[in-house]
């Protein structure tokens, strides 16, 4: 099996924010994870380079269109690495052969008539790049755009797209999967019930000089989209190249909804008429969105990818923009809301599992993953969801729904944090009698730990790397690994010796990146809503209410602190240990306190009272009187649940 996956060729008017940065990140996951099942892939992306926009920015610029397009295209081309983003070929339109092969398609196209000479007259939106019809238009003026069109009449050379709308809506109906998620086909399909106009393919020199000249009429530049969707296949060597019939046949197109009319309707019906086959499959996403509105340059909202990398670092960039958007939705973006994810799903879930059975095998076994010996139900359980989790996954990635393919592993994270708690290692390891069932444990965890950094590889791969190499694999190894000969349960092997380093993923704390006045400057201008939020004074908005981390912790050990009244220090489950320090030695016994649930907040920043360092606080509420009384769950609740 094999695959071709492209992202759209960017505009090369501006530099790329987050929206092209999400788009390619989802291409390269897509491409990693397919790698990851042992399949041939080939993952393009690019620039697109003439047209209207284009000539325009140069202008302003003072510079000529290809010297302005080799500058941002570079810097397309630069980002894409640091965000661990590996095309195998990047394409620009102002390639030479590129350019040939428009030409020598357009010239067959019109010698077999399928483009003629007409007149238009139409409302062009000049952001959009094409003409709009009235009923797109919102008051008069472009949605996406928030400009009126400019009416423009002239001579022009159509492409007679009207000629293949049957057959294409024949191609959708017989092909449910063609256009996905499945709004968009009905979107693309309800489109398609009106009759469907020409697509005027050209633009007067006298207007428009930087684009392809019309093989036919040196008069007429090309139509910038009739130009750029033919780089999917100039990029793989159409018409000559071998390479050309392996990947056309599995091609791949990602995109955002902004540009679904020119790849669901112009592109299918062109790809008719140059006699080619359509692509296989378009993958339709939705905006992200800065207070509920797309981000994008014209309306000035944008955020910058290298500002997220300085913050965050790049596998907890990945791995946000996968998980919270469910993908052919809008979805919202905020520093607050990178901040919680990173802290609750990477820290506290994924880092925390990670270290405390590492931490557990090198202290109770030396380092070395031990032999299990015979299996309980707690084991099969874990062992089977392990297994269920790798084929849910699988199916999720494949049909492109990212954030569930997560969801299904950190449901394992969860399970294994609770296999921990159920299992209580550092009670066996008191216990000699207890060795086998130790053993078990812990071979258990390096295992399901295997497992989740196997299926993380394409999400995150420098994190999964350190997984690995942590797990006691070689760089080398790890690059090897696949769904396919390595996804099922028991493959690692007793013996291997693990290498403790240090934490996946530190805590963050509300501003991050360095305290500098500019550092504090860059987190704002990433985030209007942090200004808004600044504003309302007193009101807290449902994102800042995220930021606490409440867990619910089962408290194991209380004792009062020496030379003070009203401490004391408490060691808890949530679900890993923890000390706390607690001002309610005036109010409870110690002894009272021994398997309560409360509620605590698990990620504020550690302080020291008395000499002992206390890793959270627990809720409590005091009176008029100033009677204080503890926050309690009605029980049975699993220490380190998040209260919400
Ligand atoms: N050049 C055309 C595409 C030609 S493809 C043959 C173009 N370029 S663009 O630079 O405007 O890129 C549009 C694409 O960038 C969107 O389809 C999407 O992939 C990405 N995004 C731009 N802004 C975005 C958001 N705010 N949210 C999500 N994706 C966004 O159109």
């Known amino acids: 099996m094999s695959l071709y996956i492209t992202t759209p060729i960017y505009y090369v008017n501006a530099r790329p924010h987050l929206g092209h940065a999400y788009t390619t990140i989802i291409a390269d996951t897509y491409s990693r994870f397919k790698r990851l099942c042992k399949e041939d892939v080939r993952f393009q992306t690019g620039t697109d380079e003439h047209g209207d926009k284009i000539a325009e920015a140069a202008q302003t610029a003072g510079i000529h269109p290809k010297e302005y397009a080799d500058r941002i295209s570079s810097m397309f081309r630069e980002a894409w690495p640091s965000l661990a983003i590996r095309p195998d070929n990047f394409i620009r339109t102002t390639d030479e052969h590129h350019v040939q092969t428009v030409q020598k398609i357009l010239q067959k196209v019109h010698d077999q008539g399928d483009i003629y000479l007409g007149s238009y007259s139409g409302l062009y939106c000049r952001g959009c790049e094409r003409f709009l019809t009235e009923k797109e238009l919102v008051d008069g003026k472009c949605p996406d755009h928030q400009t009126a069109p400019t009416p423009i009449s002239e001579s022009n050379y159509f492409f007679r797209m009207s000629k293949y709308q049957d057959w294409l809506i024949d191609h959708i109906q017989k092909n449910p999967d063609f256009i996905t998620p499945e709004r968009y086909k009905n979107e693309v399909l309800s489109f398609l019930s009106e009759p469907l106009e020409d697509l005027c393919i050209s633009r007067p020199k006298s207007r428009l000089t930087w684009g392809i000249s019309l093989p036919f009429d040196d008069d007429f530049v090309t139509y910038v989209w009739f130009d750029a969707l033919i780089n999917y296949i100039t990029g793989i060597g159409y018409p000559d190249s071998e390479k050309f019939s392996g990947y056309w046949e599995v091609a791949e197109h990602v995109i955002a909804k902004d540009i679904l009319k020119p790849h669901a309707i112009y592109w299918p019906t062109m790809l008719r008429a140059i006699g080619l086959a359509p692509y296989k499959r378009l993958?339709?996403?939705?905006?992200?969105?800065?207070?509920?509105?797309?981000?994008?340059?014209?309306?000035?909202?944008?955020?910058?990818?290298?500002?997220?990398?300085?913050?965050?670092?790049?596998?907890?960039?990945?791995?946000?923009?996968?998980?919270?958007?469910?993908?052919?939705?809008?979805?919202?973006?905020?520093?607050?809301?990178?901040?919680?994810?990173?802290?609750?799903?990477?820290?506290?879930?994924?880092?925390?599992?990670?270290?405390?059975?590492?931490?557990?095998?090198?202290?109770?076994?030396?380092?070395?993953?031990?032999?299990?010996?015979?299996?309980?139900?707690?084991?099969?359980?874990?062992?089977?969801?392990?297994?269920?989790?790798?084929?849910?996954?699988?199916?999720?990635?494949?049909?492109?729904?990212?954030?569930?393919?997560?969801?299904?592993?950190?449901?394992?994270?969860?399970?294994?944090?609770?296999?921990?708690?159920?299992?209580?290692?550092?009670?066996?390891?008191?216990?000699?009698?207890?060795?086998?069932?130790?053993?078990?444990?812990?071979?258990n965890l390096a295992e399901t730990l295997r497992l989740i950094g196997?299926?993380?590889?394409?999400?995150?791969?420098?994190?999964?790397?350190?997984?690995?190499?942590?797990?006691?694999?070689?760089?080398?190894?790890?690059?090897?690994?696949?769904?396919?000969?390595?996804?099922?349960?028991?493959?690692?092997?007793?013996?291997?010796?693990?290498?403790?380093?240090?934490?996946?993923?530190?805590?963050?704390?509300?501003?991050?990146g360095a305290p500098t006045k500019d550092g504090q400057k860059k987190m704002k201008e990433m985030s209007p809503k942090s200004k808004e939020a600044e504003s309302d004074a007193g009101l807290v908005t449902f994102d800042d209410f995220k930021k606490l981390d409440l867990r619910v912790a089962e408290i194991k050990t209380a004792e009062k602190i020496k030379k003070s009244d009203r401490l004391l220090k408490l060691t808890v489950m949530a679900p890993e240990e923890r000390t706390l320090v607690a001002g309610i030695a005036e109010y409870y016994k110690p002894e009272d306190l021994i398997g309560r649930q409360v509620i605590m907040v698990a990620n504020l920043k550690p302080a020291k009272l008395m000499g002992v360092t206390s890793h959270g606080m627990i809720l409590a509420a005091r009176d008029e009187q100033g009677r204080l009384s503890l926050s309690a769950l009605a029980g049975g609740v699993t220490p380190g649940s998040k209260v919400s």
């Open 283 to 443: 993958h339709v996403h939705g905006y992200w969105n800065i207070n509920e509105a797309k981000m994008s340059k014209s309306i000035g909202n944008v955020v910058r990818p290298e500002a997220l990398l300085q913050n965050f670092g790049v596998d907890t960039v990945r791995y946000f923009l996968l998980r919270e958007m469910s993908f052919g939705l809008d979805a919202s973006f905020s520093d607050e809301n990178i901040i919680a994810r990173q802290n609750s799903d990477l820290a506290n879930d994924l880092g925390n599992l990670f270290s405390r059975a590492l931490t557990m095998i090198n202290k109770f076994a030396n380092g070395i993953v031990p032999a299990p010996a015979d299996l309980e139900p707690a084991d099969k359980e874990l062992a089977g969801a392990a297994v269920n989790m790798v084929t849910e996954y699988t199916a999720q990635m494949n049909n492109f729904a990212f954030n569930r393919a997560l969801q299904a592993v950190w449901a394992i994270i969860s399970l294994a944090n609770k296999y921990i708690v159920s299992s209580e290692p550092w009670v066996l390891a008191k216990d000699p009698a207890k060795t086998d069932r130790l053993k078990t444990v812990l071979y």
């Open 454 to 512: 196997l299926v993380l590889t394409p999400v995150m791969p420098e994190t999964t790397l350190k997984m690995a190499m942590a797990l006691g694999s070689t760089e080398d190894e790890h690059s090897r690994q696949n769904l396919v000969d390595h996804g099922e349960w028991g493959l690692t092997a007793p013996g291997v010796k693990i290498n403790l380093g240090p934490s996946l993923f530190p805590r963050l704390e509300k501003k991050v």
